[in-house]
């Protein structure tokens, strides 16, 4: 039921060879207690059969084919250009709504003009007793990773400011993107939601998090779980993020810091 005055969303949904996991995401977006939505999926030349089981499956969605993979930076950026709404939602393709998700994204978000992003909380798929994100946090030397990753799920149940939102799932006023510009394609994949965040809060916005918008995500369905091209993003873009970010003293107490994660690391791995 539309609602009259509703200010309509977009969600952009980014596929890359979805076919296991794209339908629940889809589903979960039509059982959304808000409305008007606009269904956006971007997909960044997908080898599987995921385009051809959305067009079958899903007629009302709109969809954008990329003629190579763009990433999540720039696959995302595609989708955004193309919205319509007043607020854009980012998701991942193997993630699951809450019905009631978009709803309180929204509610959140117009708490205050000022607030830029809504994050959810999202849970492990399969796993939900454990957290995947509630926002985003940031360690000393500029790896981002969800806020209580791996925690018990019944933790993180205030509702209150973030440093930002995890980009598996999130909503984004328009005008905060029109004023601090869209993904940087320079990422590809990995801490872009973090570079994000950090142009947004040095513009003057700022992000909320929902614990009432709840999402489930099939963690690293769509890319393998480790992988060196993973690792060496992950890595790279860390260390873009310091660089741009962080000032010179912190650069350096972030190279001890790295040292000393990386050895915690290796030796978890070991014993």
């Not at 993180?156 to 004023?179: I, Q």
Request: with cysteine; proline share 3%; aromatic share 12%.
């Amino acid at each position: 039921m539309r609602v009259s005055g509703s200010p309509l969303i977009s969600v952009v949904v980014l596929n890359w060879n979805g076919v296991h996991c794209v339908e629940g995401c889809l589903v979960s977006l039509q059982a959304q207690s808000y409305h008007p939505l606009e269904i956006i999926v971007v997909d960044n030349a997908s080898t599987d059969k995921s385009v051809d089981f959305i067009r079958m499956n899903f007629p009302e969605v709109k969809m954008i084919l990329n003629k190579r993979n763009l990433g999540f930076a720039g696959g995302n950026n595609i989708g955004i250009k193309a919205s319509r709404g007043r607020y854009i939602m980012i998701l991942n393709n193997d993630a699951r709504l809450d019905p009631d998700c978009i709803k309180e994204l929204k509610r959140s978000i117009e708490k205050d003009k000022r607030y830029g992003a809504s994050a959810s909380k999202i849970l492990l798929n399969g796993k939900e007793t454990l957290l995947d994100a509630a926002g985003i946090s940031i360690y000393r030397d500029g790896l981002s990773i969800g806020r209580g990753r791996l925690e018990r799920a019944d933790q993180y149940n205030m509702e209150g400011e973030v440093f930002f939102a995890s980009g598996c799932a999130c909503l984004f006023r328009k005008e905060m993107l029109d004023d601090i510009g869209l993904f940087d394609e320079d990422f590809f994949a990995y801490a872009d939601d973090t570079d994000m965040g950090w142009r947004a809060r040095l513009a003057g916005w700022r992000c909320i998090y929902n614990p009432k918008a709840i999402v489930y995500h099939l963690h690293s369905a769509s890319s393998s779980a480790y992988s060196p091209l993973k690792v060496f993003l992950v890595e790279r873009n860390r260390i873009s993020v310091a660089i741009k970010y962080f000032p010179f003293h912190l650069l350096i107490y972030g190279l001890f810091y790295t040292l000393g994660r990386y050895f915690y690391q290796a030796y978890g791995a070991l014993f």
